[in-house]
Antibody, heavy 121, light 110 residues
């Protein structure tokens, strides 16, 4: 199993970025996926969930209305569209695999290496 | 949704056992069995250590064990080793496909 994030970088406040997570080594469509971030020197913050089919999504209140999670199962890829970025969105963003479809749970068993997003004010 | 409460730090000597806590509410930790613990070394991605309160992924040492009582979950590490020094995060399901994390506990092996 491998998850590789990309798309991070430096952006001005109010700007947009689209993060990608390329998955390999497992049947991507069979698992729900998540985004988690970590601000410099801070703890983990769960951001977004998407079901294996892509039909069901949820977002943390802190990003609801600004961030959108999506996936392309044909490309084994997960995305996070981030709009209206703020200085407090500066963090390392991780994609993380959740349980298999049909299995209850909210644990993340595989994580990418993370991609850094820096928002300048 | 507020973060789960974790002590900022705990410490122990090699060979000892330590337990760290994770306190939530009746809407998260107390309501669901979906409590997980993660280990994170500096500059590395988190690693799943326990899930569904007390299950362990394959490959994780049985020195790590999880439990829960009411609104508080706990992670116990027995036979402390130098490599266990890291920051540990708990997480819990809160309903509606939403997850919250604790603030993290830094474990120091003396």
């Amino acid at each position: 199993v491998q998850l590789v994030e990309s798309g991070g970088g430096l952006v001005q406040a109010g700007g947009s970025l689209r993060l990608s997570c390329a998955a390999s080594g497992f049947t991507f469509s069979g698992y729900n996926m998540n985004w988690v971030r970590q601000a410099p020197g801070k703890g983990l913050e769960w951001l977004s969930y998407i079901s294996g089919s892509g039909i069901t999504t949820s977002h943390a209140e802190s990003v609801k209305g600004r961030f959108t999670i999506s996936r392309d199962n044909a490309k084994s890829s997960l995305y996070l569209q981030m709009n209206g970025l703020r200085a407090e969105d500066t963090a390392v963003y991780y994609c993380a695999r959740g349980p298999r479809n049909g299995v209850d749970g909210t644990h993340f068993d595989y994580w990418g290496q993370g991609t850094l997003v820096s928002v300048s004010s | 949704q507020s973060a789960l409460a974790q002590p900022a730090s705990v410490s122990g000597s090699p060979g000892q056992s330590i337990t760290m806590s994770c306190t939530g509410t009746s809407s998260d930790v107390g309501a669901y069995k979906f409590v997980s613990w993660y280990q994170q070394h500096p500059g590395r991605a988190p690693k799943l250590m326990t899930y569904d309160v007390s299950d362990r992924p394959s490959g994780v040492s049985n020195r790590f064990s999880g439990s829960k009582s009411g609104n508080t979950a706990s992670l116990t590490i027995s036979g402390l080793q130098a490599e266990d020094e890291a920051t540990y995060y708990c997480s819990s399901y809160t309903g509606s496909n939403i997850v919250i994390f604790g603030g993290g506990t830094k474990l120091t092996v003396l």
